[in-house]
């Protein structure tokens, strides 16, 4: 005989099982939102079938209890304890409004993570908090997004309104008067119960020779690291990432013997005290969202020609020192700087997110000011604009110019900074009057969301395939101007030029959607003396620039970065490397290695097969054997570092 929901009130463990329900209403929310996340993020998620995503779906179920359980903690607290004033009206009404409140801010949290993961290509974290505190305009981009997504606004609301109609009130079946000992036993076990499954689901399992669930932990559910994205949800990543505590320092390296061999197969400290050091400026233009897919030059060297969007730069780049293959080192904008300018991966957080921004972290700014040079960063967006002019000071930049500085405040774009075109003049006007030698870097910020360029010269940049397309044709007629006006200046002479891209672009065609093509970005060097012209055929990364800068200068002092010089490293000593999602990407030679810091994930010969499809890494066991270990050095280094305040240690 079935037991009927009236029967079931009437017992002590109704609290229990209606919160179950609840919580199995949230849970089916979530669903839905991965849903909508795999829908909207189809052109990334490429091998992601009908059967993946159900598979993917219920290795999910763990995470997603995590994030509920973690955010619905006070709910399920006050909807079990084991109290007569549980059975009043306005105590439930309340309790309920709770619950409503904070799953629906949840949801949409994670509807807008679904069109945010295009620009980053993975789950927001709490680092989002860090990044853009200082933000004022952050309103405005979320009313612009509200509006072109109009129906996640729909879905939200009606997954709401699900919650609302479908939720049942855990009310004791007992009123404050007729509670007895018995009572408060019983309800006492319920709250015991309660609490036995919530650390059961914010642990992730039952069994404590385990960590607790971690972001790293979807890793063993994946082929690829975009399907993180799936597996993971907002929720959790937010609430897993306060503190930034979610790593701890691999030993891989532990005696004597080892710690020696670990500096053999890389040494991140730099020294060459023969060399003769020449006093030429260094300018660096770190592009918004310049991704190789935007190159038509970079895009047939790679065997996949598109439409450009940079026909400057691509010409440029012709008369340069470029590469075949070149990758950034991060994925978001605040890992730019410390990739370019200090020879530093981001691992786990970018540095200038966590607690180990106030480290001694040395930088190109610091090495060359040692040798007399006039430093300074640009970046036209308010000074405090996600750290970047901070985090400049922070690493040795003299000199700050940031939209406070510009003369005329009616060039701000509205919505980020001032025009690329107007900062890239005032930078040019400001270094042509500075004392020699200059390091000077600016990071554009144009060809970011919203994707506008000035109104009276739209006409003047034909729309692409993308939104960005316009904004990119509009940077890079920017910096035209600016090298043909400053062209004939003493200074431009004797200057080195370095052309790179914070990250890849949040458009992108399919051959750029595996996890190395996602990072592919152009990196040069240009030199008005023609003494740097060449294609090289190996690879080049971000934290390359600042060994490559100081080489070519014949910098004759130690200092450290997590790159090489490409003026001497041979092409099969050279690599690249990033982390996404708990996965290390690890490029050298053809091959791309997938590591989550325990086991390898995969091996794909990238050249030959830049989609990454076809695993190989149960073919080639003795690449994995030659790579893995140089992979554990870089990261133990690196992480031995951070922890320990010694990159300035040489």
Not at 32 to 57: D, H, I
Not at 129 to 140: I, M, R, W, Y
Request: net charge negative.
């Amino acid at each position: 005989m079935f037991i009927t929901m009236k029967a079931l009130k009437n017992k002590f463990y109704y609290p229990l099982l209606a919160t179950l329900g609840n919580i199995a209403l949230v849970v089916f929310a979530y669903f839905v939102c991965r849903l909508v996340f795999v829908l909207l993020n189809g052109e990334l998620l490429t091998k992601v079938t009908l059967q993946r995503f159900f598979a993917l779906e219920f290795h999910s179920l763990r995470f997603d209890l995590c994030g509920i359980v973690y955010s619905n903690l006070p709910y399920i607290l006050l909807a079990l304890v084991p109290f007569g004033f549980r059975a009043g009206q306005s105590y439930q009404k309340v309790l309920k409004w709770l619950f409503i409140t904070v799953n629906s801010i949840w949801i949409v949290v994670n509807f807008a993570d679904s069109v945010f993961f295009q620009y980053t290509e993975k789950r927001t974290t709490i680092s989002f908090f860090t990044e853009f505190q200082a933000e004022s305009n952050l309103f405005k981009i979320f009313v612009i997004e509200l509006v072109s997504h109009w129906y996640l606004v729909i879905l939200a609301a009606l997954l709401t309104f699900g919650l609302v109609k479908l939720y049942m009130e855990p009310n004791p079946p007992l009123t404050r008067r007729n509670y007895g000992l018995t009572d408060y036993l019983l309800h006492t076990l319920t709250l015991i119960a309660g609490c036995v499954l919530a650390l059961g689901g914010i642990r992730g399992s039952y069994n404590y020779e385990e960590r607790p669930l971690m972001l790293m932990n979807a890793t063993e559910y994946v082929e690829e690291p975009s399907e993180c994205g799936i597996i993971l949800n907002t929720t959790f990543c937010m609430f897993r990432t306060v503190g930034n505590d979610d790593f701890e320092v691999p030993d891989y390296f532990s005696t004597a013997e080892q710690r020696s061999t670990m500096t053999e197969m890389f040494n991140p400290v730099h020294f060459n005290p023969k060399a003769s050091f020449r006093q030429k400026n260094v300018v660096v233009f770190i592009l918004e969202s310049f991704g190789s897919c935007y190159s038509g030059y970079v895009s047939s060297l790679l065997g996949a020609p598109h439409q450009g969007y940079m026909p400057y730069l691509d010409s440029l780049m012709q008369e340069s020192l470029r590469f075949r293959y070149s990758f950034a080192n991060g994925n978001i904008s605040i890992d730019a700087i410390p990739s370019t300018m200090c020879g530093l991966i981001p691992m786990i957080e970018s540095i200038s997110s966590t607690e180990y921004v106030s480290n001694n972290i040395p930088s190109l700014a610091t090495y060359l000011g040692k040798k007399g040079y006039h430093t300074a960063f640009f970046h036209g967006a308010p000074a405090g604009s996600m750290g970047l002019t901070s985090f400049a000071k922070t690493v040795g930049f003299d000199y700050r110019y940031a939209l406070e500085n510009y003369p005329d405040q009616n060039d701000f774009d509205g919505t980020w900074s001032i025009w690329d075109g107007k900062f890239i003049d005032y930078m040019g006007e400001e270094i042509s009057r500075w004392d020699k030698p200059f390091l000077a870097t600016i990071f554009t910020a144009t060809s970011h969301h919203p994707f506008r360029v000035p109104d009276e010269l739209a006409d003047n940049y034909p729309d692409g395939e993308f939104p960005i397309s316009k904004c990119v044709r509009y940077v890079d007629d920017s910096i035209r101007q600016f090298m043909e006006k400053y062209s004939d200046r003493e200074w431009f002479k004797n200057t080195l030029f370095v052309f790179t891209a914070d990250h890849s672009g949040p458009f992108s065609h399919k051959e750029y959607t595996s996890i190395t093509g996602s990072y592919a970005i152009p990196v040069f060097f240009y030199s008005p003396a023609g003494d740097l012209n060449h294609l090289d055929e190996g690879l080049a990364q971000q934290t390359d620039i600042t060994p490559t800068v100081l080489g070519y200068l014949g910098y004759d002092e130690p200092f450290l970065a997590f790159g090489n010089n490409l003026l001497e490293t041979g092409l099969e000593d050279r690599f690249a490397l990033n982390y996404t999602s708990g996965i290390y990407n690890f490029i050298k030679g053809e091959w791309s290695l997938l590591y989550n810091g325990d086991k390898v994930i995969g091996l794909y010969d990238f050249k030959n097969d830049f989609m990454q499809e076809n695993d190989l890494a149960a073919e080639h066991p003795e690449v994995i054997e030659g790579m893995l270990p140089q992979l554990k050095s870089i990261i133990q280094q690196y992480l031995e570092r951070i922890t320990e305040n010694t990159f300035d240690q040489y």
